[in-house]
């Protein structure tokens, strides 16, 4: 059997098109928490223009275990699989037998990187003070019009599909789509 890896060792992928795939996350399906590629175990194959993900998803949150198995093409479209995991898994092990694999970042010499600007991130909503102001909805998500964490206010500032974004330093990720952004503290001179 093939040795499994945390999904986030075979990323970043480039297709051939150009298009990166850097990160990955699902909800889970017990307590709807982001849980990121980082707490996925399995097996990933890039194939021509498709990225093949088989793992078990394990969620920081409530520590539920769950299946993934999808397809992501080169658009950075997602597509699930409706086989069983351990199906879809010797499958893609069948089929990748003879193909080169990505390799494990853990086996890769890595020149020195910049660290990317990395926000906040909050998967439990109970974990902040929201605004009684509500500006709307997004995928079943009340939108306040402010969050209070740890002694900052963060005002929103946009909502995106899940991994279809970046996070930049001064911001917070809640629930895995809704983004909010530090409030500037007003200092007179």
Request: proline share 6%; glycine share 6%.
């Amino acid at each position: 059997m093939a040795r499994q890896h945390t999904i986030s060792s075979y990323l970043p992928v480039t297709f051939p098109n150009g298009n990166r795939v850097r990160r990955f996350g699902k909800h889970c399906p017990h307590c709807h928490a982001m849980v990121g590629c980082e707490h996925m175990s399995g097996l990933a194959s890039l194939q021509q223009d498709k990225l093949f993900l088989a793992a078990q998803g394990s969620c920081p949150a409530c520590h539920h275990r769950f299946p993934v198995a999808c397809v992501i093409t080169d658009d950075k479209r997602v597509h699930r699989v409706m086989l069983p995991l351990w199906i879809y898994r010797l499958w893609l092990q069948m089929a990748t037998r003879n193909a080169p694999q990505l390799p494990a970042r853990e086996n890769w010499e890595v020149a020195e990187e910049v660290p990317q600007p990395v926000g906040i991130v909050v998967s439990d909503v109970n974990a902040v003070t929201r605004s009684t102001e509500i500006l709307g909805r997004f995928h079943d998500q009340t939108i306040s019009a402010w969050v209070e964490y740890e002694g900052r206010r963060f005002l929103f500032e946009r909502a995106a599909p899940p991994g279809q974004f970046t996070l930049g330093e001064q911001e917070l990720l809640l629930a895995g789509a809704l983004i909010y952004r530090q409030q500037e503290i007003a200092t007179t001179a």
